[in-house]
């Protein structure tokens, strides 16, 4: 058996309007179309990719995400062109997002090239670009 990618994701969100509205405004920069907007869930769907939100229980509010806590590290949106990771970051500042690196080039694979950023609860979030397939090739994930 071979899995064919990642259905969808979610987080949760400590405080769902604040939330909503960020997502609302970055997903569909990203290309993505809501399929379900509802009373404390938010899900859109593009680019083989579906990225949902959920509300959080009250017990939880206005607590934080820790990114070295076990759980979620951090999710990464690929780009098509290296151009869209800084589309994207002019995007985010006026958006007022926390920008914990603007677009930069690392050794993650050859050309990768990113910007890492944060949603209202801090969840982590990045657009990365490598040329071509990348790591993301039937060999390299065979092993």
């Not at 209202?120 to 790591?135: A, F, S, T």
Request: glycine share 12%; charged share 20%; proline share 5%.
């Amino acid at each position: 058996m071979e899995i064919n990618g990642i259905a969808h994701m979610f987080v949760t969100a400590a405080n769902f309007a604040r939330s909503r509205e960020f997502y609302g405004k970055l997903l569909p920069f990203l290309g993505m179309k809501a399929v379900m907007d509802g009373d404390g869930f938010y899900y859109c769907v593009g680019g083989r990719t579906a990225f949902g939100v959920r509300c959080g229980d009250s017990a939880h509010a206005g607590e934080r995400f820790v990114q070295e806590r076990v759980g979620l590290h951090h999710v990464c949106f690929r780009a098509r062109e290296r151009s869209d990771v800084d589309t994207l970051h002019d995007f985010l500042t006026t958006l007022g997002a926390v920008i914990v690196h603007p677009p930069e080039e690392a050794p993650w694979a050859p050309g990768y090239y990113s910007v890492l950023f944060e949603d209202p609860d801090g969840i982590r979030l990045e657009m990365n670009h490598v040329p071509g397939r990348g790591l993301l090739t039937d060999n390299a994930a065979k092993g």
